[in-house]
T-cell receptor, first 113, second 113 residues
Framework: KNQVEQSPQSLIILEGKNCTLQ??????????LRWYKQDTGRGPVSLTI?????NTKSNGRYTATLDADTKQSSLHITASQLSDSASYIC????????????FGTGTRLQVTL | DAGITQSPRYKITETGRQVTLMCHQT?????MFWYRQDLGHGLRLIYY???????DKGEVPDGYVVSRSKTENFPLTLESATRSQTSVYFC????????????FGPGTRLTVT
């Protein structure tokens, strides 16, 4: 069964600090992995999309990494801001008969003063 | 430039009532999707549409009906609402199939009493 597991479930950090969110998946065959940011009461917004051949992708202060061999991804947030407070969702897409999106349950990040 | 909108944003209804959630996109995207988001679950696909008059079931279609007579609209109907359908519903659209980037609406919070 295709699964996406994220850790930690929730995280509280001080403004200005860095953090790393983890995503492990079992989707196979693999097409791409994406990270979404979901603010409270709003729809998810895409941060990055990575294919099998990409192992790092940045979007401003957000840097995603992908290790397709170990089926792991991470999202690193640098110099966090209060506006980074949100849920971060890892989504994996398969190909062929696995051609669907599998969503993780998300990591809830709170950035405080 | 509204992008993708959903209405209503909040809805309370009684068990057994019919409810229709509306989704409208201004990008002329071919693909549209309906998801539900529940605590402890990642987003789950209810139905999707590849073009006007072409729809297909997702992971959790039971109790839902969709139609797509126009490219820009993709309404979701709960024919006889049940308490288990209390959820937040997200509509999304994409110019390409399911493994491409999707753009999400703001969501509709539905409560069935």
């Amino acid at each position: 069964k295709n699964q996406v597991e994220q850790s930690p479930q929730s995280l509280i950090i001080l403004e200005g600090k860095n953090c790393t969110l983890q995503c492990n998946y079992t989707v196979s065959p693999f097409s791409n992995l994406r990270w979404y940011k979901q603010d409270t009461g709003r729809g998810p917004v895409s941060l990055t999309i990575m294919t099998f051949s990409e192992n790092t992708k940045s979007n401003g202060r957000y840097t995603a990494t992908l290790d397709a061999d170990t089926k792991q991804s991470s999202l690193h947030i640098t110099a966090s801001q209060l506006s980074d407070s949100a849920s971060y969702i890892c989504v994996v897409s398969g190909t062929g008969t696995a051609s669907k999106l599998t969503f993780g349950t998300g990591t809830r990040l709170q950035v405080t003063l | 430039d509204a992008g993708i909108t959903q209405s209503p944003r909040y809805k309370i209804t009684e068990t057994g009532r019919q409810v229709t959630l509306m989704c409208h996109q201004t990008w002329s995207h071919s693909y549209m999707f309906w998801y539900r988001q529940d605590l402890g679950h990642g987003l789950r696909l209810i139905y999707y549409s590849a073009a006007a008059d072409i729809t297909d079931k997702g992971e959790v279609p039971d109790g839902y009906v969709v139609s797509r007579s126009k490219t820009e609209n993709f309404p979701l109907t709960l024919e006889s609402a049940t308490r288990s359908q209390t959820s937040v519903y997200f509509c999304a659209s994409s110019p390409k199939p399911i493994d491409y980037e999707q753009y999400f609406g703001p969501g509709t919070r539905l409560t069935v009493t």
